[in-house]
């Protein structure tokens, strides 16, 4: 299976109500970050968790970290319509080849959410 | 407006004939990056670039080619497209060699019959 896995595959909520995206993945991580892709579009970034982060705010947005379980979650709280899109969880680890650092991120295979006017 | 260029959206192939997907990005971005987002796999990323003539593998680099002669522009390359080579195709871009963030085109949607 994969690095980033999410949970649920789909959600479907009425407007204003608060929904839950988790994500959980395998080995250690530099940081952790979430986007969005709207329909037919590209991803855009939501925001970004650093492995020493338990938990972090952006707007309507809360993502929380926990290490110990290797997993995440995205609470977006007082949907919109709006908000429909898909979610993705993408987590960065860090290797080095030939004296040099690199970062790698890889991507879940996304939540669907979908918010009812 | 700081944006990553996907060109074309969409396309509509047959077996074998070679084709190039042009991405550009006027941000000044050293790092680029191909993905490919199939259903049920996510997005898996094909080749990256951390600066001018400075390319590696990804995760699926089979198929594919890229260059990168020029910051802005990171074209990717299917000599012999195959069947299995349909999917919806991102590129993004990143500041620095090595982003924590990515900015990523709009999409190709290819068809290979």
């Known amino acids: 299976s994969q690095q980033g896995e999410e949970d649920p595959q789909a959600l479907s909520i009425q407007e204003g109500e608060n929904a839950t995206m988790n994500c959980s993945y395998k080995?250690?991580?530099?940081?952790l970050q979430w986007y969005r892709q709207n329909s037919g579009r590209g991803l855009v970034h939501l925001i970004l968790?650093?492995?020493?982060?338990r938990e972090k705010h952006s707007g309507r947005l809360r993502v929380t970290l926990d290490t110990s379980k290797k997993s995440s979650s995205l609470l977006i709280t007082a949907s919109r319509a709006a908000d429909t899109a898909s979610y993705f969880c993408?987590?960065?680890?860090?290797?080095?080849?030939?004296?040099?650092?690199?970062?790698?991120?890889?991507f879940g295979q996304g939540t669907i959410l979908t918010v009812h006017p | 407006e700081a944006q990553v260029t996907q060109n074309p959206r969409y396309l509509i192939t047959v077996t074998g004939k070679k084709l190039t997907v042009t991405c550009s990005q006027n941000?000044?971005?050293?790092?680029m990056s191909w993905y490919r987002q199939d259903p049920g796999l996510g997005l898996r990323q094909i080749y990256y670039?951390?600066?001018?003539?400075?390319?590696d593998k990804g995760d699926v680099p089979e198929g594919y080619k890229v260059s990168r002669k020029e910051k802005r522009n990171f074209p990717l390359i299917l000599e012999s497209p195959s069947p299995n080579q349909t999917s919806l195709y991102f590129c993004?871009?990143?500041?620095?060699?090595?982003?924590?963030?990515?900015?990523f085109g709009a999409g190709t949607r290819l068809s290979v019959l």
């Open positions: 993004a871009s990143g500041t620095g060699s090595n982003p924590d963030i990515q900015y």
């Open positions: 968790i650093r492995s020493n982060e």
């Open positions: 993408a987590t960065r680890t860090d290797f080095n080849a030939g004296g040099t650092s690199y970062g790698k991120l890889t």
């Open positions: 941000m000044n971005h050293e790092y």
């Open positions: 670039s951390m600066n001018v003539e400075v390319t």
């Open positions: 080995t250690s991580i530099n940081n």
